[in-house]
């Protein structure tokens, strides 16, 4: 079984809320014996949401949660786990993570990657 960590990207301009992602994803693994369990977690962030467990259960939870907003909800692998001492600030006597900043800008852009998804969308 491999382990993935994700981050869960929401676009600045979605009506969808970090919480609300966070609560799709609760009310999945709760619904879902075979994700039950398995040892799914969640953190709520500032840019979204970060999940972590079974690489097959955690790009099924993404797909889901993508339905809530198909051009402004993305997705991409993380590097560290959840809580992992390495990149906590406490351990690194604060400042910003790594990566954050480019976290920021790539969250910055996906209203620009909407509007282009919704474009060739359209165009169909």
């Known amino acids: 079984m491999s382990i ?25 693994v709760s619904e879902d014996t075979s994700m039950a369990s398995s040892d799914i977690r969640v953190k709520e962030t500032c840019f979204g949401a970060l999940v972590e467990g079974e690489a097959e259960k955690i790009r099924e939870i993404v797909e889901k949660v993508r339905e809530l907003d198909k051009n402004g909800i993305f997705s991409k692998p993380r590097g560290f786990p959840i809580g992992d001492p390495r990149i906590c600030r406490v351990t690194r006597r604060g400042g910003p993570r790594p990566g954050f900043h480019q976290l920021e800008l790539e969250q910055g852009l996906l209203p620009m990657v909407r509007a282009a998804l919704d474009k060739i969308e359209n165009e169909k």
């Open 4 to 28: 993935e960590t994700r981050v869960i990207l929401i676009s600045p301009d979605s009506v969808i809320t970090p919480e609300g992602v966070k609560s799709k994803i609760l009310g999945m």
